[in-house]
């Protein structure tokens, strides 16, 4: 069902081409000639010859550094050994990326305090990425030798089972006996020889091929929980960008706020106040002259500023309700609601009220969503629930209308999301096509 609404667009149909009618295929019977299975074997091989590669070189660099270290040529030699693990680390997050699929961030960079070879050295020795890094090449050796040997096996046997049925001939033909050989000793010997041994053969190697995909699948989660893990950013590297990244989205609001209020300050009030002492100062020329004229002029006047302060009402409840701040959410809300071009339903269910900067957000959550379900949602009925949860704040925007609300890059659902993750909150949107819409925003509880 197709709209022409902004957020609420409906959701395209799936086509049932050749891909569709593949993808019905169960998964696994899917797996053994997907393209994923020959992304994660590939890895799993080329992890081998890496890994021993990295060991070798990690073993030594680290061991020649730190029996060098009674003298001072141990030190450039184990800073050298670190970087150069650092350097083989950004190689496997590409292998993991191009291979796995795998987005990891690289590490922090390296911040010396100072200038010169001393300063990087001790920068290097100091950084904690490096020495995961390090870890990371000792560690992967015995993993890759485990992995690879079970994935090569399950693979080569399940493969080479399967097919038998093709080539059991090359025994009695070139090799002298009835087929492969399942036991032997000086007195007996069973071979997979006839028509039904066969058939069970192909079907064991049936079940190896079947099961090949998912045990290399296995194994390349390990992988990709020790490149996330030691190769990737450290938890506390990660919440400092996180957190700089959501003071950007703070400050950014915060200047789009206030370049809305300049706006609607220049275009709105300021503009009839303007227009007012002109109104005024044409009123008191015409006093003397013509009261009645004046007069008129007056009463005009009184009306433009009756809309000027209606504007500037309207106004400050955008930057912050005084009944907000009054009365709590479950007045603030409701307000909002008898506003609504929609009938909405509001239940706020909280012992205590959160923090003001809590509050604020929250209210101006539901706004904007009720500005949505007024605008594009066609819905004839909506609904506002807030709750606490632990020391969570839950709000949930539902409504009856044609659904498609989508949270992509570009839509005011994403500025909104982006605003919720800026305090830790989260904002998840359930609206299929054809309705009904469920929007859910959960914020940190500050008392």
């Not at 074997?41 to 992890?47: D, E, N, Q, Y």
């Not at 560690?139 to 059991?168: D, I």
Request: hydrophobic residues 50%; proline residues 4%; neutral net charge.
């Amino acid at each position: 069902m197709a709209t022409q609404f902004g957020e609420y667009g409906a959701y395209g149909d799936s086509g049932f081409g050749s891909g569709g009618r593949w993808r019905r295929v169960p998964s696994v019977l899917r797996a053994p000639v997907e393209a994923r299975l020959w992304r994660e074997f590939a890895f799993v091989l080329l992890s081998l010859p890496i890994s021993i590669v990295l060991f070798t070189y990690a073993v030594v660099t680290l061991s020649l550094g730190a029996g060098l270290l009674v003298t001072f040529l141990g030190v450039p030699v184990l800073a050298a050994g670190l970087a150069g693990c650092r350097g083989f680390g950004t190689l496997e997050r590409a292998r993991a990326r191009a291979l796995l699929g795998l987005e990891v961030p690289a590490p922090e960079p390296l911040r010396p305090r100072g200038r010169g070879a001393m300063a990087w050295m001790g920068a290097v020795l100091k950084s904690g990425a490096s020495w995961r890094h390090a870890l990371y090449s000792v560690v992967h050796l015995p993993w890759a030798v485990f992995s690879f040997s079970v994935s090569v096996a399950f693979w080569t046997y399940g493969w080479a089972l399967l097919t038998y049925p093709l080539w059991f001939w090359v025994f009695p033909l070139y090799g002298g006996q009835g087929g492969l050989q399942l036991y032997g000793d000086e007195q007996h010997r069973i071979y997979l020889d006839n028509p039904f041994e066969i058939t069970v053969t192909a079907l064991v190697g049936l079940l190896f091929t079947l099961a090949a995909p998912w045990i290399v699948r296995a194994l390349t989660t390990v992988d990709r929980v020790m490149v996330r893990g030691l190769l990737g950013r450290s938890r506390l590297v990660s919440r400092v960008v996180e957190l700089e990244s959501d003071r950007g989205v703070v400050v950014d609001t915060a200047a789009a706020d206030l370049r809305r209020i300049e706006r609607d300050l220049h275009d709105g009030a300021q503009a009839r106040l303007v227009a007012l002492a002109m109104d005024l100062g044409l009123a008191k020329e015409k006093l003397r002259e013509d009261p009645r004229a004046a007069a008129r002029m007056v009463d005009e006047a009184h009306g433009e500023v009756k809309t000027a302060l209606r504007e500037l009402r309207d106004l400050a409840r955008g930057i912050h309700p005084a009944v907000l701040t009054d009365r709590g959410l479950d007045a603030a809300l409701s307000a909002v609601a008898s506003r609504c071009t929609v009938p909405v339903r509001v239940e706020v269910d909280l012992d205590a009220r959160p923090a003001a900067a809590i509050e604020g957000i929250a209210y101006f959550t539901v706004s904007e969503l009720l500005q949505n379900v007024a605008k594009h949602s066609g819905a004839r009925a909506a609904s506002v629930d807030v709750w606490q949860v632990e020391d969570r704040l839950m709000l949930q925007v539902a409504d009856d209308g044609v659904g498609g609300a989508d949270a992509a890059g570009g839509s005011g659902l994403a500025g909104l999301a982006g605003r919720l993750d800026a305090v830790d909150g989260v904002l998840v949107v359930d609206s299929p096509a054809g309705g009904p819409t469920r929007i859910t925003a959960e914020l940190p509880w500050r008392a």
